[in-house]
Protein backbone atom coordinates (compact mmCIF):
# COMPACT_ATOMS: atom_id res chain seq x y z
CA UNK A 1 0.00 0.00 0.00
CA UNK A 2 1.71 3.20 -0.80
CA UNK A 3 1.99 6.33 1.22
CA UNK A 4 -0.74 8.32 -1.07
CA UNK A 5 -3.25 5.81 -0.95
CA UNK A 6 -2.64 5.70 3.09
CA UNK A 7 -2.91 9.66 3.21
CA UNK A 8 -5.83 9.37 1.32
CA UNK A 9 -7.35 7.15 3.23
CA UNK A 10 -6.87 8.49 6.67
CA UNK A 11 -7.63 11.88 5.20
CA UNK A 12 -11.08 10.32 3.97
CA UNK A 13 -11.72 9.03 7.48
CA UNK A 14 -10.40 12.34 9.27
CA UNK A 15 -13.01 14.61 7.65
CA UNK A 16 -15.68 12.27 8.25
CA UNK A 17 -14.67 11.86 12.11
CA UNK A 18 -14.90 15.56 12.20
CA UNK A 19 -17.97 16.12 10.93
CA UNK A 20 -19.34 13.32 13.42
CA UNK A 21 -17.87 15.07 16.07
CA UNK A 22 -19.07 18.50 14.55
CA UNK A 23 -22.66 16.51 14.32
CA UNK A 24 -22.79 15.37 17.97
CA UNK A 25 -22.83 18.65 19.57
CA UNK A 26 -26.21 19.55 17.43
CA UNK A 27 -28.01 16.36 18.08
CA UNK A 28 -29.44 15.98 21.51
CA UNK A 29 -32.94 15.32 20.43
CA UNK A 30 -34.93 11.92 18.63
CA UNK A 31 -35.99 14.62 15.87
CA UNK A 32 -32.15 15.26 15.54
CA UNK A 33 -30.77 12.11 15.70
CA UNK A 34 -33.29 10.85 13.18
CA UNK A 35 -34.28 13.64 11.01
CA UNK A 36 -31.44 16.40 11.74
CA UNK A 37 -34.12 18.28 12.98
CA UNK A 38 -35.77 18.95 9.49
CA UNK A 39 -33.23 21.55 8.41
CA UNK A 40 -32.10 20.47 5.36
CA UNK A 41 -32.23 22.88 2.36
CA UNK A 42 -33.68 20.97 -1.00
CA UNK A 43 -30.17 20.95 -2.86
CA UNK A 44 -28.40 19.50 0.14
CA UNK A 45 -30.58 16.82 0.80
CA UNK A 46 -30.99 16.08 -3.25
CA UNK A 47 -27.05 15.75 -2.58
CA UNK A 48 -27.89 13.58 0.33
CA UNK A 49 -30.22 11.26 -1.53
CA UNK A 50 -27.86 11.13 -4.95
CA UNK A 51 -25.33 10.20 -2.34
CA UNK A 52 -27.76 7.30 -0.78
CA UNK A 53 -28.70 6.09 -3.61
CA UNK A 54 -24.87 6.28 -5.49
CA UNK A 55 -23.81 2.76 -3.25
CA UNK A 56 -21.13 0.23 -3.61
CA UNK A 57 -24.01 -1.41 -5.63
CA UNK A 58 -23.87 1.85 -8.41
CA UNK A 59 -19.86 2.26 -8.58
CA UNK A 60 -18.50 -1.05 -7.70
CA UNK A 61 -21.48 -3.03 -8.65
CA UNK A 62 -22.68 -1.69 -12.15
CA UNK A 63 -19.20 -1.08 -13.30
CA UNK A 64 -18.22 -4.46 -12.84
CA UNK A 65 -21.50 -5.35 -14.27
CA UNK A 66 -21.35 -3.49 -17.51
CA UNK A 67 -17.23 -4.64 -17.74
CA UNK A 68 -18.16 -8.26 -17.48
CA UNK A 69 -21.68 -8.38 -19.42
CA UNK A 70 -21.99 -5.31 -21.61
CA UNK A 71 -25.60 -4.31 -22.11
CA UNK A 72 -26.96 -6.55 -19.75
CA UNK A 73 -24.89 -4.64 -16.68
CA UNK A 74 -26.60 -1.51 -17.97
CA UNK A 75 -29.97 -2.45 -17.16
CA UNK A 76 -29.53 -1.72 -13.54
CA UNK A 77 -28.53 1.91 -14.32
CA UNK A 78 -31.64 1.89 -16.46
CA UNK A 79 -33.98 0.80 -13.51
CA UNK A 80 -32.07 2.63 -10.87
CA UNK A 81 -32.93 5.87 -12.43
CA UNK A 82 -36.10 5.66 -13.82
CA UNK A 83 -37.12 4.74 -10.49
CA UNK A 84 -36.96 8.61 -9.60
CA UNK A 85 -39.72 9.31 -11.55
CA UNK A 86 -42.09 7.34 -9.45
CA UNK A 87 -40.50 8.72 -6.12
CA UNK A 88 -40.84 12.36 -7.26
CA UNK A 89 -44.63 11.86 -8.82
CA UNK A 90 -46.02 9.48 -6.09
CA UNK A 91 -44.46 9.12 -3.05
CA UNK A 92 -42.47 12.57 -2.24
CA UNK A 93 -45.00 14.83 -1.14
CA UNK A 94 -47.75 12.93 0.81
CA UNK A 95 -44.82 10.94 3.00
CA UNK A 96 -43.43 14.21 4.01
CA UNK A 97 -46.87 15.69 5.03
CA UNK A 98 -47.69 12.35 6.43
CA UNK A 99 -44.67 11.14 8.61
CA UNK A 100 -42.21 12.03 10.83
CA UNK A 101 -39.19 10.15 11.29
CA UNK A 102 -40.51 5.99 9.32
CA UNK A 103 -42.55 5.04 6.90
CA UNK A 104 -44.65 3.37 9.38
CA UNK A 105 -45.38 7.33 10.67
CA UNK A 106 -46.74 7.87 7.60
CA UNK A 107 -48.92 4.67 7.25
CA UNK A 108 -50.17 4.97 11.07
CA UNK A 109 -51.65 8.60 10.36
CA UNK A 110 -54.17 6.59 9.11
CA UNK A 111 -54.24 3.49 10.09
CA UNK A 112 -52.84 4.17 14.31
CA UNK A 113 -52.29 0.23 14.83
CA UNK A 114 -50.15 -1.56 16.32
CA UNK A 115 -50.01 -4.73 13.90
CA UNK A 116 -49.87 -2.19 11.12
CA UNK A 117 -46.97 -0.31 12.71
CA UNK A 118 -45.51 -3.71 13.25
CA UNK A 119 -45.79 -5.15 10.00
CA UNK A 120 -44.35 -1.68 8.47
CA UNK A 121 -41.30 -1.41 10.61
CA UNK A 122 -40.27 -5.56 10.18
CA UNK A 123 -40.54 -5.22 6.56
CA UNK A 124 -38.09 -1.97 6.81
CA UNK A 125 -35.81 -3.93 9.02
CA UNK A 126 -35.24 -6.80 6.58
CA UNK A 127 -34.94 -3.99 3.54
CA UNK A 128 -32.29 -2.86 5.24
CA UNK A 129 -30.49 -5.99 6.45
CA UNK A 130 -30.10 -7.05 2.64
CA UNK A 131 -28.99 -3.63 1.31
CA UNK A 132 -26.70 -3.31 4.21
CA UNK A 133 -25.06 -6.70 3.18
CA UNK A 134 -24.40 -5.38 -0.21
CA UNK A 135 -22.38 -2.22 0.52
CA UNK A 136 -20.64 -4.50 3.54
CA UNK A 137 -19.05 -6.94 1.18
CA UNK A 138 -18.08 -4.25 -1.37
CA UNK A 139 -16.46 -2.98 1.39
CA UNK A 140 -15.24 -5.94 2.68
CA UNK A 141 -13.75 -6.91 -1.61
CA UNK A 142 -12.44 -3.19 -1.41
CA UNK A 143 -10.08 -3.25 1.88
CA UNK A 144 -8.74 -6.43 1.37
CA UNK A 145 -7.53 -5.50 -2.32
CA UNK A 146 -6.35 -2.23 -0.70
CA UNK A 147 -4.53 -3.69 2.34
CA UNK A 148 -4.00 -7.13 2.16
CA UNK A 149 -6.32 -7.71 4.78
CA UNK A 150 -8.28 -10.80 5.27
CA UNK A 151 -12.18 -9.96 4.82
CA UNK A 152 -13.26 -10.55 7.94
CA UNK A 153 -11.16 -8.11 9.15
CA UNK A 154 -12.04 -5.70 6.42
CA UNK A 155 -15.97 -5.91 7.34
CA UNK A 156 -15.17 -5.32 11.00
CA UNK A 157 -13.22 -2.09 10.47
CA UNK A 158 -16.02 -0.74 8.14
CA UNK A 159 -19.07 -2.11 10.51
CA UNK A 160 -16.90 -0.09 13.90
CA UNK A 161 -16.36 3.13 11.57
CA UNK A 162 -20.16 3.18 10.37
CA UNK A 163 -21.84 2.55 14.01
CA UNK A 164 -19.37 5.57 15.60
CA UNK A 165 -20.81 7.88 12.73
CA UNK A 166 -24.50 6.99 13.70
CA UNK A 167 -24.20 6.90 18.11
CA UNK A 168 -22.78 10.20 17.71
CA UNK A 169 -23.84 11.86 14.84
CA UNK A 170 -27.03 10.34 13.71
CA UNK A 171 -28.60 12.09 11.00
CA UNK A 172 -26.93 15.24 10.75
CA UNK A 173 -23.67 13.76 10.33
CA UNK A 174 -24.84 10.84 7.99
CA UNK A 175 -26.17 14.01 5.43
CA UNK A 176 -23.19 15.80 5.82
CA UNK A 177 -20.96 12.61 4.68
CA UNK A 178 -23.38 11.86 1.87
CA UNK A 179 -23.43 15.36 0.39
CA UNK A 180 -19.24 15.40 0.77
CA UNK A 181 -19.09 11.57 -0.64
CA UNK A 182 -21.46 12.43 -3.50
CA UNK A 183 -19.36 15.61 -4.77
CA UNK A 184 -15.87 13.51 -4.20
CA UNK A 185 -17.49 10.57 -6.08
CA UNK A 186 -18.79 12.43 -9.10
CA UNK A 187 -15.78 14.29 -9.23
CA UNK A 188 -13.71 10.79 -9.55
CA UNK A 189 -16.29 9.46 -12.23
CA UNK A 190 -16.01 12.70 -14.42
CA UNK A 191 -11.86 12.23 -14.00
CA UNK A 192 -12.08 8.43 -14.70
CA UNK A 193 -14.76 9.54 -18.06
CA UNK A 194 -12.73 11.52 -19.33
CA UNK A 195 -9.38 9.59 -19.62
CA UNK A 196 -11.52 6.80 -21.06
CA UNK A 197 -13.05 8.50 -23.77
CA UNK A 198 -9.19 10.27 -24.31
CA UNK A 199 -8.18 6.63 -24.93
CA UNK A 200 -10.93 6.44 -27.72
CA UNK A 201 -9.69 9.80 -29.04
CA UNK A 202 -13.12 11.22 -27.63
CA UNK A 203 -15.04 9.77 -30.31
CA UNK A 204 -18.10 7.82 -28.71
CA UNK A 205 -19.07 5.95 -31.74
CA UNK A 206 -15.33 4.56 -32.34
CA UNK A 207 -15.93 3.68 -29.02
CA UNK A 208 -18.76 1.73 -29.36
CA UNK A 209 -16.95 -0.17 -32.58
CA UNK A 210 -13.92 -0.83 -30.95
CA UNK A 211 -15.72 -2.91 -27.57
CA UNK A 212 -17.52 -5.34 -30.21
CA UNK A 213 -13.76 -6.59 -30.86
CA UNK A 214 -11.77 -6.69 -27.25
CA UNK A 215 -13.75 -8.39 -25.65
CA UNK A 216 -14.50 -12.35 -26.00
CA UNK A 217 -17.74 -11.63 -26.49
CA UNK A 218 -17.58 -9.91 -29.53
CA UNK A 219 -20.90 -8.12 -30.67
CA UNK A 220 -22.63 -10.07 -28.29
CA UNK A 221 -21.08 -7.57 -25.61
CA UNK A 222 -23.81 -4.42 -26.74
CA UNK A 223 -26.65 -6.52 -27.15
CA UNK A 224 -28.94 -7.73 -24.40
CA UNK A 225 -29.17 -11.13 -23.77
CA UNK A 226 -25.92 -11.73 -22.51
CA UNK A 227 -26.50 -12.32 -18.85
CA UNK A 228 -30.18 -11.99 -18.83
CA UNK A 229 -31.20 -14.56 -21.86
CA UNK A 230 -35.10 -14.06 -20.65
CA UNK A 231 -37.18 -11.88 -21.18
CA UNK A 232 -39.30 -12.76 -18.23
CA UNK A 233 -36.64 -12.27 -15.92
CA UNK A 234 -35.03 -8.96 -17.51
CA UNK A 235 -38.49 -7.32 -16.91
CA UNK A 236 -38.55 -9.08 -13.25
CA UNK A 237 -35.18 -7.22 -12.49
CA UNK A 238 -36.20 -3.83 -14.20
CA UNK A 239 -39.45 -3.85 -12.25
CA UNK A 240 -37.62 -3.93 -8.97
CA UNK A 241 -35.51 -1.46 -9.63
CA UNK A 242 -38.23 0.87 -11.14
CA UNK A 243 -40.46 0.43 -8.40
CA UNK A 244 -38.40 -0.14 -5.41
CA UNK A 245 -37.24 2.82 -4.92
CA UNK A 246 -40.25 4.68 -3.77
CA UNK A 247 -40.26 1.92 -1.12
CA UNK A 248 -36.80 1.77 0.61
CA UNK A 249 -36.52 3.02 4.07
CA UNK A 250 -33.46 5.24 4.06
CA UNK A 251 -34.82 6.75 0.78
CA UNK A 252 -37.81 7.42 2.06
CA UNK A 253 -36.73 8.96 5.80
CA UNK A 254 -34.65 11.27 3.67
CA UNK A 255 -37.97 13.04 3.20
CA UNK A 256 -38.00 13.69 6.87
CA UNK A 257 -34.94 16.07 6.75
CA UNK A 258 -36.34 18.80 4.91
CA UNK A 259 -39.05 21.49 6.29
CA UNK A 260 -41.88 20.92 4.02
CA UNK A 261 -43.35 19.21 0.94
CA UNK A 262 -42.23 21.70 -1.66
CA UNK A 263 -38.56 20.73 -0.13
CA UNK A 264 -39.00 17.28 -0.72
CA UNK A 265 -39.94 17.66 -4.37
CA UNK A 266 -37.10 19.87 -4.82
CA UNK A 267 -34.69 17.42 -3.18
CA UNK A 268 -36.19 14.76 -5.40
CA UNK A 269 -35.09 16.62 -8.35
CA UNK A 270 -31.40 17.83 -7.03
CA UNK A 271 -30.99 13.75 -6.62
CA UNK A 272 -32.34 13.01 -10.30
CA UNK A 273 -29.86 15.08 -12.20
CA UNK A 274 -26.82 13.66 -9.97
CA UNK A 275 -27.81 10.44 -10.35
CA UNK A 276 -28.84 10.40 -13.71
CA UNK A 277 -25.43 11.99 -14.89
CA UNK A 278 -23.77 9.50 -12.80
CA UNK A 279 -25.60 6.56 -14.55
CA UNK A 280 -24.75 7.93 -18.34
CA UNK A 281 -21.29 7.93 -16.61
CA UNK A 282 -21.31 3.97 -15.60
CA UNK A 283 -20.97 2.91 -19.68
CA UNK A 284 -17.53 4.43 -19.46
CA UNK A 285 -16.18 2.87 -16.06
CA UNK A 286 -17.29 -0.39 -17.51
CA UNK A 287 -16.61 -0.02 -21.23
CA UNK A 288 -13.42 0.83 -19.88
CA UNK A 289 -12.45 -1.42 -17.47
CA UNK A 290 -13.45 -4.31 -20.09
CA UNK A 291 -10.85 -2.89 -22.59
CA UNK A 292 -8.23 -0.95 -20.39
CA UNK A 293 -8.41 -4.29 -17.31
CA UNK A 294 -10.10 -6.68 -18.55
CA UNK A 295 -12.30 -9.47 -17.47
CA UNK A 296 -9.49 -11.92 -16.19
CA UNK A 297 -7.96 -9.46 -13.93
CA UNK A 298 -11.30 -8.11 -12.99
CA UNK A 299 -12.71 -11.31 -11.59
CA UNK A 300 -9.07 -12.12 -10.19
CA UNK A 301 -9.87 -9.44 -7.59
CA UNK A 302 -12.93 -10.29 -7.23
CA UNK A 303 -15.41 -13.03 -8.40
CA UNK A 304 -18.50 -10.79 -8.49
CA UNK A 305 -16.27 -7.93 -10.93
CA UNK A 306 -16.73 -5.72 -7.72
CA UNK A 307 -12.95 -3.57 -7.75
CA UNK A 308 -13.70 -3.09 -12.23
CA UNK A 309 -13.75 0.58 -11.28
CA UNK A 310 -11.04 0.63 -9.01
CA UNK A 311 -8.62 -1.39 -11.39
CA UNK A 312 -9.79 0.97 -14.22
CA UNK A 313 -8.67 4.04 -12.07
CA UNK A 314 -5.48 2.57 -11.55
CA UNK A 315 -4.75 1.38 -15.69
CA UNK A 316 -5.38 4.90 -16.23
CA UNK A 317 -4.15 7.27 -13.69
CA UNK A 318 -1.64 5.53 -11.88
CA UNK A 319 -1.46 5.31 -8.30
CA UNK A 320 -2.22 8.16 -7.54
CA UNK A 321 -6.33 8.17 -9.10
CA UNK A 322 -6.34 4.70 -8.39
CA UNK A 323 -6.12 5.50 -4.10
CA UNK A 324 -8.57 8.30 -4.52
CA UNK A 325 -10.95 6.52 -5.78
CA UNK A 326 -10.48 3.50 -3.76
CA UNK A 327 -10.40 6.28 -0.87
CA UNK A 328 -13.86 8.00 -2.43
CA UNK A 329 -15.57 4.27 -2.57
CA UNK A 330 -14.86 3.49 1.10
CA UNK A 331 -16.39 7.12 1.56
CA UNK A 332 -18.97 5.77 -0.12
CA UNK A 333 -19.71 2.39 1.23
CA UNK A 334 -19.53 4.69 5.15
CA UNK A 335 -22.09 6.90 4.23
CA UNK A 336 -24.24 4.47 2.87
CA UNK A 337 -24.25 1.85 5.67
CA UNK A 338 -24.54 4.85 8.11
CA UNK A 339 -27.67 6.21 6.46
CA UNK A 340 -28.71 2.06 6.48
CA UNK A 341 -27.96 1.82 10.37
CA UNK A 342 -30.11 4.93 11.11
CA UNK A 343 -33.16 3.89 9.36
CA UNK A 344 -32.99 0.35 10.53
CA UNK A 345 -32.33 1.56 14.28
CA UNK A 346 -35.52 3.87 13.82
CA UNK A 347 -38.14 0.38 12.63
CA UNK A 348 -36.41 -1.18 15.61
CA UNK A 349 -35.88 1.36 18.09
CA UNK A 350 -38.90 4.28 17.09
CA UNK A 351 -41.39 1.89 15.60
CA UNK A 352 -41.00 -1.38 17.52
CA UNK A 353 -39.74 0.21 21.50
CA UNK A 354 -41.03 3.54 21.10
CA UNK A 355 -44.13 2.94 19.79
CA UNK A 356 -45.38 -0.48 19.90
CA UNK A 357 -43.86 -1.78 23.30
CA UNK A 358 -43.97 1.75 25.12
CA UNK A 359 -46.97 2.98 23.51
CA UNK A 360 -45.76 6.32 22.76
CA UNK A 361 -45.50 6.98 26.93
CA UNK A 362 -41.41 7.47 26.23
CA UNK A 363 -39.32 10.64 27.23
CA UNK A 364 -36.85 12.48 24.64
CA UNK A 365 -33.49 11.38 26.50
CA UNK A 366 -35.09 7.36 26.09
CA UNK A 367 -35.90 7.72 22.93
CA UNK A 368 -32.54 8.82 21.87
CA UNK A 369 -30.84 5.57 23.82
CA UNK A 370 -33.15 3.76 21.98
CA UNK A 371 -31.69 4.77 19.02
CA UNK A 372 -28.42 4.22 19.73
CA UNK A 373 -29.00 0.75 21.41
CA UNK A 374 -31.50 0.28 18.15
CA UNK A 375 -28.49 1.12 15.69
CA UNK A 376 -26.27 -0.94 17.32
CA UNK A 377 -28.33 -4.09 17.02
CA UNK A 378 -28.49 -3.60 13.30
CA UNK A 379 -24.83 -2.89 12.67
CA UNK A 380 -24.18 -6.47 14.28
CA UNK A 381 -26.58 -7.98 13.02
CA UNK A 382 -25.70 -6.63 8.86
CA UNK A 383 -21.38 -7.56 10.29
CA UNK A 384 -22.56 -11.16 10.80
CA UNK A 385 -25.00 -11.03 8.28
CA UNK A 386 -22.28 -9.76 5.94
CA UNK A 387 -19.14 -12.57 6.52
CA UNK A 388 -21.32 -15.32 4.97
CA UNK A 389 -22.03 -13.17 1.39
CA UNK A 390 -18.34 -12.71 0.37
CA UNK A 391 -19.10 -14.28 -3.35
CA UNK A 392 -21.95 -12.50 -4.00
CA UNK A 393 -22.54 -9.25 -5.96
CA UNK A 394 -23.38 -6.42 -4.48
CA UNK A 395 -25.44 -4.97 -7.37
CA UNK A 396 -27.29 -8.34 -7.57
CA UNK A 397 -28.21 -8.05 -3.44
CA UNK A 398 -29.49 -4.39 -3.94
CA UNK A 399 -32.11 -5.54 -6.51
CA UNK A 400 -33.27 -7.74 -4.06
CA UNK A 401 -33.50 -5.57 -1.42
CA UNK A 402 -35.73 -3.56 -4.34
CA UNK A 403 -37.92 -6.60 -4.52
CA UNK A 404 -38.56 -6.47 -1.00
CA UNK A 405 -39.31 -2.81 -0.99
CA UNK A 406 -41.26 -2.84 -4.01
CA UNK A 407 -43.59 -5.88 -3.10
CA UNK A 408 -44.02 -4.98 0.61
CA UNK A 409 -43.91 -1.26 0.81
CA UNK A 410 -45.02 0.25 -2.01
CA UNK A 411 -48.31 -1.47 -1.92
CA UNK A 412 -49.26 0.30 1.32
CA UNK A 413 -48.09 3.55 0.53
CA UNK A 414 -49.91 3.58 -2.68
CA UNK A 415 -53.59 2.37 -1.34
CA UNK A 416 -52.76 4.78 1.93
CA UNK A 417 -52.30 7.81 0.24
CA UNK A 418 -54.77 7.17 -2.78
CA UNK A 419 -57.58 4.21 -2.00
CA UNK A 420 -60.49 5.38 0.04
CA UNK A 421 -61.44 1.53 1.02
CA UNK A 422 -58.46 0.15 2.58
CA UNK A 423 -57.87 -0.49 6.01
CA UNK A 424 -55.49 -1.73 8.56
CA UNK A 425 -56.23 -5.03 7.84
CA UNK A 426 -55.25 -4.92 3.86
CA UNK A 427 -51.70 -2.87 5.14
CA UNK A 428 -50.84 -5.75 7.19
CA UNK A 429 -51.82 -8.34 4.20
CA UNK A 430 -50.22 -6.43 1.82
CA UNK A 431 -46.60 -5.75 3.59
CA UNK A 432 -46.59 -9.52 4.72
CA UNK A 433 -48.14 -10.97 1.47
CA UNK A 434 -45.43 -8.70 -0.81
CA UNK A 435 -42.68 -9.47 2.06
CA UNK A 436 -43.15 -13.35 2.24
CA UNK A 437 -43.43 -13.93 -1.66
CA UNK A 438 -40.61 -12.31 -2.10
CA UNK A 439 -38.19 -13.84 0.15
CA UNK A 440 -39.59 -17.15 -0.70
CA UNK A 441 -39.10 -16.85 -4.34
CA UNK A 442 -35.77 -15.36 -3.48
CA UNK A 443 -34.82 -18.82 -1.70
CA UNK A 444 -35.87 -21.07 -4.34
CA UNK A 445 -34.34 -19.01 -6.79
CA UNK A 446 -31.07 -19.72 -9.06
CA UNK A 447 -29.21 -17.40 -6.77
CA UNK A 448 -29.40 -19.54 -4.07
CA UNK A 449 -29.68 -22.79 -5.65
CA UNK A 450 -27.57 -24.13 -8.93
CA UNK A 451 -26.35 -27.23 -9.79
CA UNK A 452 -22.71 -26.02 -10.07
CA UNK A 453 -20.82 -25.85 -7.10
CA UNK A 454 -19.72 -22.22 -5.77
CA UNK A 455 -22.34 -20.27 -8.73
CA UNK A 456 -24.94 -19.82 -5.86
CA UNK A 457 -25.26 -20.36 -2.36
CA UNK A 458 -26.33 -23.91 -2.19
CA UNK A 459 -25.78 -26.70 -4.84
CA UNK A 460 -28.96 -28.09 -6.53
CA UNK A 461 -31.98 -27.36 -8.74
CA UNK A 462 -33.41 -24.24 -8.31
CA UNK A 463 -37.33 -24.64 -8.07
CA UNK A 464 -38.01 -20.88 -9.23
CA UNK A 465 -36.44 -19.78 -12.19
CA UNK A 466 -36.62 -16.00 -11.81
CA UNK A 467 -33.54 -14.60 -10.01
CA UNK A 468 -35.43 -11.61 -9.10
CA UNK A 469 -39.32 -12.55 -8.47
CA UNK A 470 -40.78 -8.77 -8.86
CA UNK A 471 -43.15 -10.03 -11.43
CA UNK A 472 -44.30 -12.24 -9.21
CA UNK A 473 -44.22 -10.48 -5.87
CA UNK A 474 -45.22 -7.34 -6.75
CA UNK A 475 -48.57 -7.84 -7.88
CA UNK A 476 -49.17 -10.82 -4.66
CA UNK A 477 -48.38 -7.62 -2.60
CA UNK A 478 -51.01 -5.38 -4.26
CA UNK A 479 -53.41 -8.21 -4.41
CA UNK A 480 -52.34 -8.81 -0.51
CA UNK A 481 -53.60 -5.37 -0.08
CA UNK A 482 -57.25 -5.59 -1.48
CA UNK A 483 -57.99 -9.42 -0.37
CA UNK A 484 -57.36 -8.40 3.19
CA UNK A 485 -59.25 -4.91 2.72
CA UNK A 486 -61.93 -6.71 1.27
CA UNK A 487 -62.23 -9.28 4.26
CA UNK A 488 -62.59 -7.25 6.97
CA UNK A 489 -65.98 -4.70 6.78
CA UNK A 490 -63.41 -2.06 9.00
CA UNK A 491 -63.59 1.32 7.05
CA UNK A 492 -62.78 5.14 8.03
CA UNK A 493 -63.97 7.27 5.01
CA UNK A 494 -63.71 10.43 7.43
CA UNK A 495 -60.08 9.25 8.38
CA UNK A 496 -59.69 8.80 4.32
CA UNK A 497 -60.41 12.35 3.84
CA UNK A 498 -58.81 13.84 6.20
CA UNK A 499 -55.48 11.92 5.15
CA UNK A 500 -56.31 12.78 1.96
CA UNK A 501 -56.24 16.52 2.80
CA UNK A 502 -52.83 15.70 4.51
CA UNK A 503 -50.89 14.40 2.13
CA UNK A 504 -51.83 16.65 -0.61
CA UNK A 505 -51.19 19.92 1.33
CA UNK A 506 -49.81 19.09 4.30
CA UNK A 507 -52.68 21.19 6.12
CA UNK A 508 -54.75 19.01 9.18
CA UNK A 509 -58.28 19.21 8.76
CA UNK A 510 -58.71 19.83 12.43
CA UNK A 511 -56.17 22.61 12.12
CA UNK A 512 -58.69 24.01 9.75
CA UNK A 513 -61.87 23.23 11.82
CA UNK A 514 -60.25 24.91 14.47
Given amino acids: MSPIAITMFLGIVGITLYITWWASKRTSTATDFYTAGGGLKGWQNGLAIGGDYLSAASFLGIAGAVALTGFDGFYFSLGYLTAYLVVLYIVAEPLRNLGKFTLADMITAR ?34 LLFGLEYWVSVLIVGVMMT ?58 LNPGLKYSNGIDTISMLLALVLGTAGLPHILMRFFTVKDAKTARSSVIWATWIVGLFYVLTIFLGFGAAAFVGSAEIVAANPAGNMAAPLLAEALGG ?38 IKKGKISEKEQVVAARVGS ?41 IYWKRFNANGAVTATLTGLISALVLVALSPNVWNPVAGKAIFVGDPLVFLTNPAIISVPLGFLGGVIGTLLSKEVDEAKYREVEVKAQTGISVQDVSH
Avoid at 115 to 142: C, D, H, P, T
Avoid at 190 to 218: C, P, Q, R
Avoid at 329 to 352: Q, R
Fill in 111 to 144: FNVSKVRGAAALSSIVIVLFYMIAQLVGAGALIQ
Fill in 164 to 221: IYVLFGGMTATSWVQIIKAVLLMFGTIIISILVLAKFNFNILFMFETMTTVTEHGQAY
Fill in 319 to 356: DLLFSFVSAVAFATILAVVAGLVLSGASALSHDIYGQI
Fill in 376 to 416: LIISVVSILLALGAQTLNVAFLVSLAFCIAASANLPVIIYT
